[in-house]
């Protein structure tokens, strides 16, 4: 079966920096993602990571390592609008993204 | 409208009810899904439809079925729910499963309560 591993909470303060972790066991990669989701809304694509690296988009990077089952999710200059949950997911086929159950992020002044 | 329009947002039900989700897509995507999104659980893929055909589904009980008349709508058509599938139902929609990045568009769900 699928296991995707990441923190249930993670609070930090207006400015900080925060690194949410993401493990992965999976039957196949394609590609791991990071989604974010504000209570009540859909959840918003951030970032695609298929090769081992680091990935910039402005104050959200994303980082992969393949041979470690492993990646980081790291959100620099937080704030407040950052208070959501963040979603790491696996694809492993075609059609098939297996989801983590998620690490919500609550951004303090 | 753009982006993955859901309807309707809020549905409680009983247990003997029938009723049914609607999701429509603005993207021109090809693909479309139902997730399951229970508190503090990963989302559940529970179908996908690629060109209109049924392509995966999850293990899903028969009291959900789903349906996609055309590459632009999906339908989830509910009956006898039990009150363990209250939760959040999300579509989306994606360009291509089977190149690039797939990346998937959601919906902003239908809050499900069966009493």
């Known amino acids: 079966g699928q296991n995707i591993d990441q923190p249930t909470e993670m609070t930090a303060t207006e400015g900080a920096i925060v690194q949410i972790n993401c493990t992965y066991q999976?039957?196949?990669?394609?590609?791991l993602f990071w989604y974010q989701q504000h209570a009540g809304e859909a959840p918003t694509f951030l970032s695609y990571n298929v090769l081992d690296g680091l990935e910039e988009k402005g104050r959200f990077s994303s980082f992969l390592s393949r041979s470690k089952g492993y990646s980081y999710l790291l959100l620099k200059e937080l704030q407040m609008k950052d208070s959501a949950s963040y979603l790491c997911a696996v694809r492993d086929g075609d059609y098939k993204l297996s989801f983590g159950a998620g690490t919500t992020v609550t951004v303090r002044a | 409208e753009t982006g993955v329009t859901q309807t309707p947002r809020h549905l409680v039900m009983g247990m003997t009810n029938k009723k049914s989700l609607k999701c429509e897509q603005h993207l021109g995507h090809n693909a479309m899904y139902w997730y399951k999104q229970s508190a503090k659980k990963p989302l559940e893929l529970m179908f996908v439809y690629s060109l209109e055909e049924r392509v995966e589904n999850n293990s899903v009980p028969s009291r959900f079925s789903p349906e996609c008349p055309n590459s632009s709508h999906l339908f989830l058509h509910l009956h006898t729910l039990q009150p363990e599938d209250s939760a959040l139902y999300l579509c989306?929609?994606?360009?291509?499963?089977?190149?690039?990045?797939?990346?998937?568009?959601f919906g902003a769900g239908s809050r499900l309560t069966v009493l």
């Open positions: 989306a929609s994606s360009q291509d499963p089977s190149s690039g990045a797939n990346v998937l568009t």
């Open positions: 999976t039957s196949g990669f394609n590609g």
